[in-house]
């Protein structure tokens, strides 16, 4: 019974990570968190795939580098903001006017949930870029 436990867990982690590698790609040009779910993706992989370990660094001080630039200026703060809050809105448009293409509540969702991800990564990363700043 451990060996099945183990391979059925390395099994989850191998699929979670794959996933979370796939739609980071996918979000490199979408609106959403591409690089965060990138790095989130090779962190799993590397779990178990330990040739992937050489991967994780870059691609974290990649990401972390990214979310310190979103906030560099007041300029990027409000796109960003609006950006999110786009999102948002256009959610609620697509969950609410099925007609649209794609349109109902699983688009929706799925734009309200950038959205909602978009402006908590900003929020993340106005907070750490400040407590960096105050830093000697």
Known sequence: MPVLRGSVRRLVVLTAGTVLLLVGVALL????????????GLVLLAREVPALERHVEPARARALRAAEESVATPLRIAGSVLAGLALLAAG??????????????????????????????????HRNARARRRSP
């Open 29 to 40: 040009v979408l609106p959403g968190p591409g690089l965060l779910l990138v790095f989130a």
């Open 92 to 125: 609620v448009v697509w969950g609410v006017r099925p007609e649209l293409p794609l349109g109902g509540w699983a688009t929706g969702a799925g734009l309200i949930l950038s959205g909602c991800i978009l402006l908590g990564l900003l929020w993340w990363s």
